[in-house]
């Protein structure tokens, strides 16, 4: 079944605007990971939050984990229109033996100009 | 310098033909992986590969047979094509546990 949520399905912005993604997910897990994708490309990994972690930040990204609630955040500030993509998260679940990223259903972000 | 290629980039078939997607990662990661992602963009991991080794197998027909020859690559052969195939098939890898995956740019194959 489906290991992550996201919410919103879509989000609308302007430029400058931050947006904030969230992710909802089942069960427990050994890191969080968030990836873009732009129309018609491949996924780029973003940024890994671990488990033990509660917050991450990489340049414009602000990335939240909240194992308790079994929920992320993704926070993208000063958006640009360049920001424009579907955003997933994925979860490599526990005790399984190997890694296996699980994808939500993800978000489409338009940063319009 | 790609890290992740996947050929080819499009695939037009017909429904019962026979097609291969080939993988190749030059990143020296152990592991690789091909995930589908259907019209709606869900993604879902249908093999992974740990230095050759088959690690994962998500409950895929039979007729997808994954194959690979050395760790930097994984190819993936489906017979007997259907309309349902019709997906975006991405190959990824990674180095061990905890770690953050490469995709390729994907292989968008339409059965006919």
């Known amino acids: 079944s489906q290991q992550g949520e996201e919410d919103p399905q879509a989000l609308s912005i302007q430029e400058g605007e931050n947006a904030t993604m969230n992710c909802s997910y089942k069960t427990s897990i050994n890191n969080l990971q968030w990836y873009r994708q732009n129309s018609g490309r491949g996924l780029v990994h973003l940024i890994l939050i671990r488990s033990n972690e509660r917050e991450k930040h990489s340049g414009r990204l602000r990335v939240t984990l909240d194992t308790s609630k079994k929920s992320s955040s993704l926070l993208i500030t000063a958006s640009r229109a360049a920001d424009t993509a579907s955003y997933f998260c994925?979860?490599?679940?526990?005790?399984?033996?190997?890694?296996?990223?699980?994808f939500g259903t993800g978000t489409r972000l338009l940063v319009s100009p | 310098d790609t890290a992740v290629s996947q050929t080819p980039k499009y695939l037009v078939t017909q429904m019962g033909n026979d097609k291969s997607i080939k993988c190749e990662q030059n990143l020296g990661h152990d592991t690789m992986y091909w995930y589908k992602q259907d019209s709606k963009k869900f993604l879902k991991i249908m093999f992974s590969?740990?230095?050759?080794?088959?690690?994962i197998n998500e409950t895929v027909p039979n007729r997808f047979s994954p194959k690979s020859p050395d760790k930097a690559h994984l190819n993936l052969h489906i017979n007997s094509l259907e309309l349902g195939d019709s997906a975006v098939y991405f190959c990824?890898?990674?180095?061990?546990?905890?770690?953050?995956?490469?995709f390729g740019s994907g292989t968008r194959l339409t059965v006919v």
């Open positions: 590969y740990n230095n050759k080794e088959l690690i």
């Open positions: 994925a979860t490599d679940a526990e005790n399984t033996g190997f890694q296996k990223l699980v």
């Open positions: 990824a890898s990674s180095q061990g546990p905890q770690g953050g995956y490469t």
